[in-house]
């Protein structure tokens, strides 16, 4: 199946043209896989990693269907709804579905939180074939009654597992209520916890599943080290890794929000051109951000874990985790953003002896230890094996911070989304 074309799988002219023009002639091994048995109307089941493609392995299905089933009429709402979780992953998969559909003629828009309504309100009233939205804002503009989705006929939820993680679920599930029980749906997550085995259940109708890689584990080619340093001594090893000019193109994550505009203020102040962007930034700011970095004007882009998944530009040479993600699932889709589509890549991280509990989760995940450079560290008085989420609670009580104000900040997180 691999040594197939594009043109091969029946896909329409206009379609053929728009992926011969980005010089894609060969699907990946996912959209190779996928696209014959959504074109065949099967719901699917995507287990895959970022990078591999996906988005096209359901866009362009979906892009075909439209257009060779389009009515006279301009569809007043939506016959397409993709779910993303993050406002990122949104606008990037809206790209993807107006670069492949550009001779379509098809209307589309992307609904995100944290912007002006408006001009979102007057595309819908226009009339749109393809929505791709965050659940916040979507069920806001349902419940204002701008939005219906009684029209719906293919309805993709990516990247499920995130969307739990940010705690969508109940959100998901208003909207999944509000759709046609007649629609062709399809799911896709980078891993497959039991919460997103349950809502696939309820979702899809006799599914297909199509996994192209393990569950959570990075890609070969994937340079993977590790700096074992103390926090007072990771902004000198930051520097000093990135006067090496073959990190070239650097994504650097935090775990907050004032760790990545503090690391990005003093790359800035030793001469390295850096731009930070997590969940406090207006849009039109984080938008600003990731463009100087994809032009190259910035050569270093902060982030935090809520852009993780958003986060999609080519020739991306590093990832440098400044702090170890909390949840080991988190560093695969940080690692994630290099080595993309079968490219080079590598991985550095660091971590302080607070952080060892994490490393360990990590290491059990994907199942490898990391390549140390420099000294390893000193041996732990008594075993710590399996306190990691004790260590994570201690963490929140440092900081007192209650489980009701970590529930608030999740609402706010996922309206602003």
Known sequence: ?????????????????????????????????????????????????????????????????????????????????????????????????????????????????????????????????????????????????????????FFVLDEADRMLDMGFVRDVRKIIAAL???????????????????????????????????????????????????????????????????????????????????VAEQLGKSGVVAEAIHGNKSQSARQRALQRFRAGDARVLVATDIAARGIDVESVSHVINYELPNEAESYVHRIGRTARAGADGAAVSFCDSTERGYLRDIERLIKRRLTVIGDEPPAPAHDTRGKSQKHRSQHWQKRGRSTEKVANANRHRRRSA
């Open 1 to 153: 199946m691999n040594n197939i074309s594009f043109s091969e799988l029946g896909l329409a002219d206009p379609i053929l043209r728009a992926l011969t023009n980005r010089k894609h002639l060969v699907p990946t091994p996912i959209q190779a896989r996928a696209i014959p048995e959504l074109l065949n109307g099967r719901d699917m089941l995507g287990i895959a990693q970022t990078g591999t493609g996906k988005t096209a392995a359901f866009a362009l299905p979906i892009l075909h269907k439209l257009f060779k089933n389009k009515g006279d009429k301009p569809s007043r709402n939506p016959r397409a709804l993709i779910l993303a979780p993050t406002r990122e992953l949104a606008i990037q998969i809206g790209d993807e579905f107006r670069n492949y559909g550009k001779d379509l003629h098809l209307r589309q828009t992307v609904v995100f939180g944290g912007v002006s309504q408006k001009p979102q309100v007057n595309a819908l009233l226009r009339g749109v074939e393809i929505v791709t939205a965050t659940p916040g804002r979507l069920l806001d503009l349902m419940n204002q009654g701008r939005l219906r989705l009684d029209s719906v006929e």
């Open 180 to 262: 046609p029980k007649k629609r062709q749906s399809m799911l896709f997550s980078a891993t497959m916890p039991n919460e997103v085995a349950r809502l696939s259940g309820d979702i899809l109708v006799d599914p297909i599943r199509v996994e192209v890689t393990p569950q959570a584990t990075p890609i070969e080619c994937l340079e993977q080290s590790i700096y074992h340093v103390e926090s007072s001594g990771k902004k000198a090893l930051l520097e000093s890794i990135l006067a090496d000019p073959s990190f070239s193109r650097v994504i650097v994550f935090a775990r907050t929000k004032h760790r990545a505009n503090r």
